[in-house]
C-alpha cells in the first residue's frame, strides 16, 4: 500500500514513517508538510491512502481533506490534536 504522510510537524512525520516502515506491504511514497505539497503529490504519486494532520498550512481543514479524498478517490486517516473534533 502506497501512502502520502502529511502533518506540519516533522517530529509528528518521523513518528509515523518510523512506525509504518515496520510493516512490509506498506510503502510511503511522500511525506509533506503542507496542504499545498499534500495536492501536488497526490496529483503526481498516486497514493493508496493518505494520514493527514486536520490542521495544516496551505490547506484549510478537514473539508479541504474532504474534498481532495473525494475527488482522487482516497481514503484518509485523520490525525489531529485538535480537541474540537
Do not use: F
Amino acid at each position: 500500500m502506497k501512502i502520502i504522510i502529511a502533518d506540519d510537524s516533522a517530529v509528528v512525520r518521523a513518528i509515523l514513517e518510523q512506525n509504518l516502515k515496520l510493516y512490509s506491504d506498506i510503502s510511503i511514497i511522500a511525506s509533506v508538510s503542507n496542504g499545498k505539497r499534500l495536492v501536488q503529490a497526490v496529483k503526481k504519486q498516486k497514493p493508496d491512502a493518505i494520514i493527514s494532520d486536520s490542521d495544516m498550512p496551505e490547506l484549510e481543514g478537514v473539508g479541504s481533506l474532504v474534498s481532495l479524498a473525494s475527488e482522487n478517490d482516497i481514503p484518509i486517516i485523520i490525525l489531529t490534536e485538535d480537541k474540537t473534533y
